[in-house]
């Protein structure tokens, strides 16, 4: 496609149910990164992939977040048992390599009742 | 440690009057250097970047950056700001390897009439 495609856009699910968050990449992109965005805060990272492999997973902040990454294509960001704190804007972004610029996604604006 | 700074959290200027965003980085060699901006409700798009040559770059939307070696800084300027230009702004550094892209905190920007 034209840009990296986030869905859903919008998400409201109740405390303790599993949500999964679907980032489609520009095409040809082999680096693929995730971000947490807190209200009013900047870029926590996440996690990134090369290819479908994900050398660096150091920003998860629990074993209830996982990602995968089909070759290089779709990714998935699974957030299990959700909690409020889990309120953000989850942010998909792109790159044809690791030292070139980032093209971000809209995001998915996730909401914990 | 940080690798890349950004001081002021929030900037208010006038419309028309000029604007300058500061970003200060950490490292020993010269990175590739980035600064986004994010409307409300979007992810970030990139306004312009430096990987080597010519220190003053041009960006989209009449921004320019101009990277100083000798104060590790890539402040972004505007000549005249247009209230569309209120936004969060990023400034991004790309280190070494295989490293992600380091992300400042960002710095909100307010145009008043």
């Known amino acids: 496609g034209a840009g990296v495609s986030q869905s859903p856009s919008n998400k409201v699910t109740e405390k303790g149910k599993d949500v999964e968050l679907r980032c489609d990449p520009i095409?040809?992109?082999?680096?693929l990164y995730w971000y947490r965005q807190r209200l009013g805060q900047g870029l926590e990272f996440l996690i990134y992939f090369q290819g479908n492999s994900a050398p660096d997973k150091s920003g998860l902040p629990s074993d209830r977040f996982s990602a995968e990454r089909t070759g290089e294509s779709v990714s998935t960001l699974t957030i299990q048992r959700t909690q409020q704190e889990d309120s953000a804007v989850y942010l998909c972004?792109?790159?044809?390599?690791?030292?070139?610029?980032?093209?971000f996604g809209d995001g998915t604006r996730l909401s914990i009742l | 440690a940080q690798s890349v700074t950004q001081p002021d959290i929030h900037i208010t200027v006038s419309e028309g009057a000029s604007l300058e965003l500061r970003c200060n980085y950490s490292?020993?060699?010269?990175?590739?250097l980035f600064w986004y901006v994010q409307s409300p409700g979007q992810g970030l798009q990139l306004l312009l970047k430096y990987f080597s040559g010519d220190t003053l770059v041009q960006g989209i939307k009449g921004f320019e950056a101009e990277f100083k070696r000798s104060q590790s800084s890539f402040n972004l300027r505007k000549p005249s700001v247009h209230w569309s230009d209120a936004a969060e702004y990023f400034c991004?550094?790309?280190?070494?390897?295989?490293?992600?892209?380091?992300f400042g905190k960002g710095t909100r920007l307010s145009v008043i009439a």
């Open positions: 095409s040809g992109h082999t680096a």
């Open positions: 490292y020993g060699a010269t990175p590739y």
């Open positions: 972004a792109s790159s044809s390599r690791v030292n070139q610029p980032q093209h």
């Open positions: 991004a550094v790309f280190l070494s390897g295989n490293t992600p892209l380091v």
